[in-house]
């Protein structure tokens, strides 16, 4: 079974721009949640889409916004980019079944704000 | 306000000895704990997990065991390889259903593993 995909890997983009990101979730699984890594912060929760729902927000300004589609798949958009918004940005998928599900992550995606 | 906390930022061990990783949390509603393996320029890969009715959880060389009142885990890895050598990532997330997908993540933890 093919894991989670993300694109794409690398992104240079400047200050003000905006940028999408695409993820596809192992094929099954229906929960999609999306990270971003920095050094200095380290993992945090952006949102997680079920259903093509937002079923939960972390504390991040409105500039970052998401959504999913019926296959699954989700894209995250940041707008008015800033230069703090350079990170890795991670999206894990679930299989969204039972009481407790594990998180499987796609190899990220490398956005550089200049 | 750090909810989870891996307050080694690396470890060093000898190849076959024992590796141990530890994760305190703050939050005492966290009920289900993961540790994650990632390595440079890829995603974290899921390793093992623990809910909080558990106090163990064994799959092959990784254990992880759960104190619910000191709020610790750890996770044991024996005999460590070379190839365990990694960041790896403590996380934890509360609530049953569909509110248990916003995981908290430690800062993490550089162990290597030296022939």
């Known amino acids: 079974k093919a894991g989670v995909t993300q694109t794409p890997r690398y992104l240079i983009k400047t200050r003000g721009q905006q940028v999408t990101l695409s993820c596809s979730p192992i094929?099954?699984?229906?929960?999609v949640s999306w990270y971003q890594q920095t050094p200095g912060q380290g993992l945090q929760f952006l949102f997680e889409?079920?259903?093509?729902?937002?079923?939960n927000k972390g504390n991040f300004p409105g500039r970052f916004s998401g959504r999913q589609f019926s296959n699954s798949r989700s894209e995250m958009n940041v707008s008015t980019l800033e230069l703090g918004d350079s990170a890795l940005y991670l999206c894990?998928?679930?299989?969204?079944?039972?009481?407790?599900?594990?998180?499987?992550f796609g190899p990220g995606t490398r956005l550089t704000v200049l | 306000d750090q909810q989870v906390k891996q307050n080694s930022p690396s470890l060093s061990v000898q190849e076959g000895r024992i590796s141990i990783l530890n994760c305190d949390y703050t939050?005492?509603?966290?009920?289900?704990f993961l540790w994650y393996k990632k390595y440079p320029a890829e995603g974290p890969t899921f390793l093992i997990s623990?809910?909080?009715?558990?106090d163990k959880n064994e799959d092959g060389r990784f254990t992880v065991f759960l104190n619910k009142s000191a709020k610790h885990l750890s996770l044991h890895i024996v005999p460590s390889q070379p190839g365990d050598s990694a960041v790896y990532f403590c996380?934890?997330?509360?609530?049953?259903?569909?509110?248990?997908?916003?995981?908290?993540f430690g800062k993490g933890t550089l162990l290597t593993v030296n022939p």
């Open positions: 889409y079920f259903s093509e729902t937002q079923r």
């Open positions: 996380a934890a997330s509360k609530g049953s259903g569909g509110s248990n997908y916003k995981l908290t």
């Open positions: 094929s099954g699984h229906r929960s």
């Open positions: 623990i809910s909080s009715i558990k």
């Open positions: 939050n005492s509603m966290f009920d289900y």
């Open positions: 894990a998928s679930s299989l969204n079944q039972g009481t407790y599900n594990e998180q499987f």
